[in-house]
């Protein structure tokens, strides 16, 4: 199985950003933390962060026939981005939303989430380990015949 996992804007300023609300480990941790979870899944996987939307879409696009599931946090862009939720859509690919912190509990414009409308799952609140959860959920509801 292989998962590609993507970070959108800001998420490279990760332990510089608002520690309070993301934490105070970087994103070269977090990167980290994701691969060596995927390890002990027994996943491949391949990571990608863009502070770019057309980047984010073209990396989704080419996951076409690729990948077996994403793993997207949008950062930003889930509160803004029909063009990423377009792009999941077009490729079908079982996809976990996830989010380091609880957006349903914060400002009511982060409570709006275009990318979930395209996820299986979304997975808020649960800083680095909601990535690993996202990965199991994949796994457990991976489907070999559909690849
Ligand atoms: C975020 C939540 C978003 O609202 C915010 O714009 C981010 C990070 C999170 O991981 O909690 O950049 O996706």
Known sequence: MK???LNGPNLNMLGVREPAIYGDRSFAALEAFIR???RELEVACELFQSNHEGEL???IQQAYGVFDGIVINPAAYTHTSVAILDALK???I???E???SDISAREPFRQFSYVSLAAVK???GRGFDGYRDAV???KEHYDPARA
């Open 3 to 5: 998962i590609l996992v």
């Open 36 to 38: 060596e979870s995927c």
């Open 57 to 59: 879409v073209t990396r």
């Open 90 to 92: 077009a490729v079908g």
């Open 94 to 96: 079982p996809t976990v």
């Open 98 to 100: 996830v989010h380091l």
């Open 122 to 124: 979304t997975i808020a």
């Open 136 to 138: 199991v959920y994949l």
